[in-house]
């Protein structure tokens, strides 16, 4: 769970909120190029970074990460994400943050499909699907954007790789089910958590659905597994 900062105008008094019940803290860095807005520069994520000891997952929402995603790796950022559009090289940036001491995020945009960087997945730690278009908060969950974490999720599993699949973009309570099904490991939510009467509770309350979803889920493999067992191949077993 990676609460996005976002959502409260990157406040560090917000971090408190939900420091005890956060994986990760998302930050998203916008230009106003890349995309409409702009928000917070390396100074003010250096006082996110100096407010808490959570890993910060840092979106790069700009047009030229090359110049700054090992900025940002070397201020303390756990993930330096950036976009596959906005990238010439996204193996290269990748090797670079790496060496900077964070894990490298490859985003994917809403418009943008994923089987072209599929083969890169080897090369990155995680793989950021955009579940509305990147640039603002608060937009309403895309469901047919589901379709690119389930191509992703079954290309790292036959392939057996350590990525993470991550998603961004109108996750509440009611799409996070749906974002576990098709195979994301790793969530952001702002308005969901920080508009929320009680922001920790809304993280526990996300945590608890998507847990509950991966269950049924988990079940489910089990007991096709087992009716697959019980038939022997090309008969319907003993009567």
């Known amino acids: 769970m990676a609460p ?12 408190r909120d939900v420091a005890d019940v956060a994986d990760w803290l998302h930050v998203d860095i916008m230009d106003g190029r890349f995309v409409p807005n702009r928000t917070i520069g390396l100074d003010h994520f250096a006082a996110l970074r100096a407010a808490t000891t959570i890993p910060l997952d840092t979106h790069l929402m700009i047009t030229d990460p090359d110049v700054w995603a090992v900025r940002y790796a070397e201020a303390g950022s756990t993930y330096v994400t950036f976009h596959a559009e906005a990238c010439p090289d996204p193996a290269a940036l990748a090797k670079d943050i790496r060496a900077a001491g964070a894990r490298a995020g490859l985003a994917i945009d809403r418009d943008t499909p994923v089987e072209p960087y599929l083969e890169l997945l080897p090369h990155i730690d995680m793989l950021l699907i955009m579940t509305i278009k990147a640039g603002a908060g608060g937009q309403a969950f895309l469901p047919h954007l589901l379709d690119k974490v389930r191509t992703a999720r079954a290309h790292r599993d036959a392939d057996d790789l350590q990525v993470r699949i991550e998603v961004d973009g109108g996750i509440a309570e009611d799409t996070i089910g749906q974002a576990v099904a098709a195979g994301a490991d790793t969530f952001v939510a702002g308005t969901a958590v920080f508009h929320a009467s009680d922001p920790a509770t809304a993280v526990r309350r996300l945590r608890e659905l998507a847990v509950a979803t991966r269950a049924r889920a988990r079940a489910a493999d089990a007991a096709d597994a087992d009716a697959a067992d019980a038939v022997p191949p090309g008969g319907e077993g003993e009567r």
């Open 4 to 15: 996005s900062l976002l959502a409260v105008d990157f406040a560090v008094s917000a971090v």
